[in-house]
């Protein structure tokens, strides 16, 4: 069984830039997170889908962060314009149920 | 916000068992505890959950304590390839399968 897929693995980009991560979670989870990992800090809930539907985007920063997913399957997560302090790992994860999260390889997000 | 206390780091000699601590006062009796590990540069990888009993499976073990306020993961025979940060996490049962990840236990396993 494939796991959660994430592009890309790296990206630099300059403050006031925009950049988009692409995630494909395991086939058949419906529920699929978007995850900010600071560097020496665990994971922090950006946001989370049900199917197409947004459950939980609370933590998420709506100025400048935005994330889709269409058609229940695919996810994107788009930040715009960067600041310095988005430097951090983006990490996708999903699951069928309730239940265990399975995360992808991560991006790891440098703003100059 | 995280609702487990764990040691900030740990060291373990390879072929010995790595027991790690957690702490979960606060647990609910619905709440599952789950343990995920992250190894250097890479996403989070799901080790092992329970809610009362012990469980054990290919990876590890899961030792709860009868009052559920805290808990060990087992590592049965460390090796080199377990050095990882450890995350003990509670998950709440009612806000739509949330984990919350403090900040861990890095465990070194040593030669």
């Known amino acids: 069984e494939a796991g959660v897929a994430q592009s890309p693995r790296y990206k630099i980009i300059e403050k006031r830039q925009s950049v988009a991560f692409w995630c494909n979670p395991i086939?058949?989870?419906?529920?699929l997170y978007w995850y900010q990992q600071i560097l020496g800090q665990g994971p922090k809930l950006l946001i989370q889908f049900q199917n197409n539907g947004v459950v939980d985007d609370s933590q998420l920063p709506k100025d400048r962060f935005s994330a889709e997913r269409l058609k229940g399957v695919d996810s994107t997560l788009k930040i715009q314009p960067a600041k310095l302090e988005d430097s951090a790992v983006y990490l996708c994860?999903?699951?069928?149920?309730?239940?265990?999260?399975?995360f992808g390889p991560g991006t790891r997000l440098t703003v100059l | 916000d995280a609702k487990t206390t764990q040691p900030p780091s740990m060291d373990c000699a390879e072929g010995r068992a790595a027991n790690l601590p957690c702490n979960h006062s606060?647990?609910?009796?619905?709440?599952?505890v789950y343990w995920y590990r992250q190894i250097h540069s890479q996403g989070p990888q799901y080790i092992i959950h329970?809610?009362?009993n012990n469980e054990t499976n290919e990876m590890a073990s899961l030792i709860i304590t009868e009052d559920r306020k805290s808990s060990t993961l087992i590592l049965p025979h460390a090796t080199l390839r377990d050095t990882a940060v450890y995350y003990c996490i509670v998950r709440p049962s009612n806000t739509g399968n949330q984990f919350y990840f403090g900040t861990g236990t890095s465990l070194t396993v040593i030669p």
């Open positions: 994860a999903s699951s069928a149920h309730a239940d265990t999260q399975y």
């Open positions: 606060t647990i609910s009796g619905n709440e599952y």
């Open positions: 086939s058949g989870h419906a529920t």
């Open positions: 329970g809610l009362k």
